[in-house]
């Protein structure tokens, strides 16, 4: 296992522990987008260069799609852990992917595949199990799939072109789904993303108010 792998490994675990631990849903989009641009790189050897730049704009699409379901994220929706708590959750995951090599399990794929895999399904468990707000579930769905991908290289080697582009027009067809689901929730909850805060109704109650 080369050093890049196992940094690159490294950054997809992160990325998931910051795209479902972290309060601002913006900047748990933004690590979705660092696990999903990463994730095609843990793999040896890399896959081929269509797939593989495949792979990284539909990371960058989907990672967009969810931002923009972020700025309709409810107003303080807390994530199910927080970011210290996932952080080592990912790490617990990583090292066990990692000292999966004292196991002699039937694989083709790198340990940092497996380690980076077991890092982002230690994360998106919780968020499944616990989570109401459509955001925090849509979000902790893409780390779910983006982990079974990557314990499946980790198996089975790198994947197929075909594979890895069906895999990543499902991150972005899931992304997609977390904008449509999270701009509906927010429409019919009555919330509003960052420029419809508390502070900006109270004082736009209040300019009303004076107009009178």
Do not use: E, N, Q, Y
């Amino acid at each position: 296992m080369t050093p890049l792998l196992l940094v690159a490994g490294a950054l997809v675990g992160l990325g998931a522990a910051v795209a479902t631990g972290v309060r601002d849903a913006r900047t748990a989009s933004l690590g979705l987008v660092g696990l999903l641009v990463m994730a095609p790189f843990v793999a040896d050897p890399l896959p081929a260069p269509l797939p593989l730049a495949f792979g990284v704009v539909a990371g960058i699409l989907a990672g967009f799609l969810v931002h923009v379901a972020a700025r309709r994220a409810p107003d303080g929706a807390p994530p199910t852990l927080g970011l210290p708590a996932t952080i080592g959750a990912a790490a617990a995951g990583f090292a066990a992917g990692i000292g999966a090599t004292a196991v002699t399990l039937p694989r083709l794929g790198p340990d940092a595949a497996l380690a980076a895999g077991l890092a982002a399904l230690a994360v998106a468990i919780g968020p499944i199990a616990i989570a109401r707000d459509p955001f925090r579930l849509g979000s902790a769905l893409i780390v779910l799939v983006a982990s079974g991908f990557l314990v499946l290289t980790a198996l089975a080697g790198t994947p197929a072109p075909l594979t890895g582009i069906a895999s990543a027009i499902l991150v972005v067809a899931l992304a997609a789904a977390v904008a449509v689901v999270g701009g509906g929730a927010a429409a019919l909850g009555g919330t509003s993303g960052p420029d419809d805060s508390p502070d900006r109704r109270a004082a736009t109650s209040r300019a009303r108010s004076g107009r009178r």
